[in-house]
């Protein structure tokens, strides 16, 4: 068991330096301007929209779709958890429908089957735990709201509860890396890393 877990370790480390599957300095960012912006609970962005770029002075040129809208919608914690688990469904692999988060703190067991490696998860600054039926309001592209990503068999909306901003390129133009706080921290003993 000892050996495996050392394995996963290693593997983390290459996938971290590789920037896939795990907290990205970029994503992170990118989610906690656009939570910043919309004033909500949480905020997220998959790995699909983020783009590497040698320019992270300026996150705009790290998002692949620059235009899409930034939506303010409502999700159960529910919702929140079941996405969570889709995010790691394939971790360690690439995965383009990795949740990078604002304002959310995830810990996590790889090891255990698809669909129960979500341990808690903790919201906002006082890491209030997950309330599975409480409705929050989470910030997030309009892609990604309408159930881009392959998110649509958890939530699939039509209208946002508003449009924040017509691009997402508006709110992070000209702004830099911010964050390297990890969000994802999978267990039991070794820890997912930042890029």
Known sequence: ??????????CLVALAAAGIGADSAVGQSIADLINREAGTEVALI???LIKESADNKDLSKCLGYDTDELWQVELTGKQLK???EKSVSFFPSPFSSFLQVSAAKINFDPTKPIGSRILSVTIGELNQPLDADKRYKVAMPASLAKGGFGYNNIWEFKTPS?????????????KGVQSQVFRWLS???FSATSR
């Open 1 to 10: 068991m000892r050996s495996a877990r050392t394995l996963l370790a290693l």
């Open 46 to 48: 998959v790995d699909g």
């Open 82 to 84: 079941d996405a969570f």
């Open 162 to 174: 508003r449009i924040v901003r017509p691009t997402i390129g508006e709110v992070v133009r000209g």
């Open 187 to 189: 267990n039991p003993s």
